[in-house]
């Protein structure tokens, strides 16, 4: 007769995730810059908007974690592409409550990372362990996606509240999360608890994703490579392949059975995860207010008005001609039947006003949200697969008058 420990035994997985080698954080960061370039892609270029988007995503990751949860071990193929559809929708929950919903970053990362917590909490609660070398239940199995879900959340909500909100751009907020990235992978090599340090840096590779992406896709005169965004993609979907199909030939990164290597190797997680905690929080609140207090000062940059830039009314959010002169730039090609050069012009658009953000958002919210609405609607229009003229113009015509 069977027992039902023989039973239990037969009923747990194989670990149904990959062991943690150099090889999981270069497909984890490619994941995250494709997952940000996919879903800029379906919201602009295809002019599906966040919500469509965020419901053909929603629809697509379902189906890819029923294929994960029904397999009883770690397959590279399955586990990969549920982790790049999870950084698309992690992306698009914290877009939505930014563009469509208005909910500050600031309190989406504070909201993000209480969730994390709590997920952390009632997972340890339950199984007595946060291990991922044994994630080989379907409880446990819950508990690990959920928190990656949160994961990819929380690091675009602070990978935006630096570089926009707080002005410093996301080549600048690369390399602030890449000298944390490094202070932590030291402290994991020397004592500092491994589940404590993974969870961690898994956040900051998603900010760190974004900036490796947003560098290669920008233009040369705006900082970056000028690989554009198609390209960038492209790129990053073959590292994608290439490494997952090595994974899948060598099971490399196939954690041996019944391995506790989290729980053996370091002692003192808890009080050293509250020491982290504290230290994390009091240099992000002091980081956070002097950032803030310097942008809000009187001698702040204004925006630069160019040559020849048309004059209007004052608005709330200061001089604003220089916007109105890309504008009124992209409408005049438009008009002479030049698409193309429009459709570039139009990206000197979109990368002054975010890097504008931090300096104008402040002054007036309610103005700024408007226009920024407008930029939306231009952007999507001169990206679209098969733009229109007939919709392109009035969009640049609302939006110079919002300018004004």
């Not at 890309?326 to 990206?347: M, Y």
Request: proline letters at 4%; aromatic letters at 8%; one cysteine or more.
């Amino acid at each position: 007769m069977t027992s039902h420990r023989e039973l239990a035994r037969d009923n747990r997985l194989l670990n149904k995730v990959p062991e943690v080698t150099v090889y999981f954080w270069i497909v984890k960061v490619l994941c995250t810059t494709v997952g940000e370039s996919a879903a800029d892609f379906l919201n602009v270029n295809l002019n599906f908007g966040l919500s469509g988007v965020s419901l053909v995503t929603g629809a697509v990751l379902i189906v890819a974690m029923i294929f994960q949860f029904t397999a009883r071990r770690y397959v590279p193929a399955r586990y990969w592409l549920a982790v790049a559809l999870v950084s698309v929708f992690g992306t698009l929950v914290t877009d939505n409550l930014t563009d469509s919903v208005g909910v500050p970053l600031e309190t989406s990362t504070l909201v993000f990372g209480v969730l994390l917590a709590a997920t952390f909490a009632t997972w340890y609660a339950a199984e007595k362990t946060l291990s991922i070398h044994s994630i080989d239940t379907k409880r446990r199995e819950a508990f690990y996606w959920l928190a990656i879900l949160f994961t990819f959340a929380l690091g675009t909500a602070t990978g935006d509240l630096m570089a926009e909100v707080l002005g410093l751009g996301y080549l600048v907020t690369g390399g602030i999360v890449a000298a944390l990235i490094a202070v932590l992978a030291i402290g994991w090599r020397f004592g500092l608890h491994p589940v404590l340090a993974f969870w961690f840096i898994y956040v900051l590779t998603r900010p760190l994703g974004a900036s490796i992406g947003d560098y290669l896709a920008q233009s040369p005169a705006q900082g970056g490579l000028g690989l554009g965004t198609t390209m960038t993609s492209l790129i990053f979907v073959i590292g994608i392949l290439a490494v997952v199909t090595y994974l899948s030939l060598t099971k490399t990164d196939v954690t041996p059975h019944g391995s506790q290597a989290d729980e053996t190797v370091a002692r003192g997680g808890l009080w050293q995860t509250g020491v982290v905690i504290v230290v994390v929080l009091a240099a992000a609140g002091t980081g956070y207010s002097l950032r803030k207090s310097a942008l809000q000062a009187p001698t702040s940059t204004p925006v630069a008005a160019q040559p020849g830039s048309p004059t209007g009314p004052a608005s709330p959010l200061g001089d604003l001609s220089a916007f109105r002169t890309i504008t009124q730039d992209t409408l005049s090609k438009l008009d002479a039947g030049d698409q193309s050069g429009a459709t570039s012009r139009v990206d000197d658009l979109e990368t002054g006003w975010d890097n504008a953000e931090a300096r104008l958002k402040p002054r007036d919210d309610a103005a700024w949200t408007t226009i920024d609405g407008k930029i939306d609607t231009v952007l999507r229009q001169l990206r679209a697969t098969s733009p229109n003229p007939a919709t392109e113009k009035p969009a640049l015509t609302a939006l110079l008058t919002a300018l004004a």
